[in-house]
């Protein structure tokens, strides 16, 4: 059974079915929010940062948001694939535990545990992070505006339905609620300004802010922290005061007008006109969006899960290249199912389960890198969907 899909927008499979895929082509990647479902795409990220991007030198953009913004973090550490493959440990190995008669742990539970585990995960680490010599990490974040300003007990139920009301109506009037933030690595040497955003922002309200050791654990917690589920971060350094949540509130699939930044875009160049085939010059450089995603559908924000007249690819997709598991072998692992937040909840007294079922799906998902690695070496366009 096959596991991996190929589908790509427009540009991009132009591209493919001139060039097929080298690592020099790619100058963003995107990593979603999803939570556990993120775990199955762990052996793509370690070939990936481990084998195949070491072999091109542009700059790459990586974007991320809950435990998207985790795994592109980690991607940056001195040595990729040892650090991708303890995320993947630490993350299976994740246990909280409800007080006596509680069915779920506390969000102060949770937040705090949470916190705990992100100091020992990059402590002294963390400059690694930002200084990295070719990715420019960019951290997203949702900051609460009006009645999501501050976590309160009802405010913060009353803020997130006047949200989904807003949203359901128009996608930018999200705004009126939340704001986009976005905490980016410097552009290249120490004490250089932020690394210039992937993609464009007038879809909603958005801030740029620098990504600094001061503020980097508060921002990967921010950014990971579910409302209702972990506390919203209320301080963070360098950022305007207010409350901050999972950044896959406003950008659940990073569903976004992706753009390459004009020092990519100049790498790229170079490198393509060094490369070209047959020694020709191509003056046309890709700038490709590489997206590993557990599934074809990028939803734009998390309050869209249930709108499906907004799951569908738009023209800010058509530079990407999206990678996903087939739904048929996601239905071969244990429960038919990638591993997901509920099973925190279902195996609250039985983790070790969990933890069996979910290593289970992670090792199968082996096959999703091998079937890429294999496309790469012979690539058939024939098999690359529209995205």
Request: glycine letters at 8%; hydrophobic letters at 40%.
């Amino acid at each position: 059974m096959k596991a991996l899909r190929i589908h790509a927008g427009a540009k991009a499979l132009a591209h493919l079915r001139r060039h097929g895929l080298q690592p020099q082509d790619v100058c963003t990647i995107p990593a979603a929010a999803g939570g556990p479902k993120g775990l199955v795409l762990g052996p793509l990220d370690r070939f990936l940062f481990g084998t195949w991007l070491p072999r091109s030198t542009q700059p790459v953009h990586l974007v991320g948001a809950s435990i998207g913004a985790w795994r592109m973090a980690t991607a940056c550490l001195p040595d990729p694939v040892a650090a991708l493959q303890r995320l993947e440990h630490d993350y299976i190995a994740q246990q909280y535990d409800p007080e006596p008669g509680a069915r779920r742990p506390t969000p102060q539970q949770v937040s705090a545990r949470f916190g705990q585990t992100l100091q020992a995960f990059y402590g002294g680490q963390i400059d690694s992070v930002l200084q990295h010599p070719r990715y420019r990490l960019h951290i997203v974040a949702a900051r609460g505006r009006h009645l999501l300003a501050r976590e309160h007990r009802w405010a913060t139920p009353l803020g997130y339905l006047g949200a989904f009301v807003s949203n359901m109506a128009q996608r930018k009037a999200l705004s009126a609620w939340l704001e986009r933030v976005v905490f980016s690595a410097p552009d290249g040497a120490p004490g250089a300004a932020c690394a210039p955003l992937p993609f464009a922002t007038h879809d909603l309200r958005t801030r740029q802010l620098p990504l600094t050791e001061a503020n980097f654990l508060a921002a990967m917690q921010a950014s990971c922290s579910i409302p209702f589920v972990l506390q919203a971060v209320p301080h963070i350094a360098g950022a305007p005061s207010g409350a901050y949540w999972d950044g896959g509130i406003t950008d659940y699939h990073m569903h976004l007008h992706y753009r390459c930044p004009r020092n990519a875009i100049k790498t790229i160049a170079a490198s393509a006109m060094d490369t070209g085939a047959e020694g020709q010059k191509d003056s046309n450089p890709a700038g490709l969006v590489l997206y590993p995603h557990f599934q074809q559908a990028v939803v734009p924000g998390w309050l869209d899960k249930h709108l499906r007249w907004r799951h569908h690819a738009t023209p800010a997709l058509d530079h990407m290249v999206l990678l996903s598991p087939h739904p048929d072998w996601v239905r071969s692992l244990p429960h038919a199912k990638l591993p997901d937040r509920n099973d925190f909840i279902h195996y609250a007294h039985d983790p070790a389960q969990r933890m069996r079922l979910w290593r289970t799906a992670v090792s199968a998902s082996e096959q999703l890198a091998q079937e890429f690695s294999a496309w790469l070496e012979r690539p058939d366009v024939g098999v690359v969907g529209a995205l």
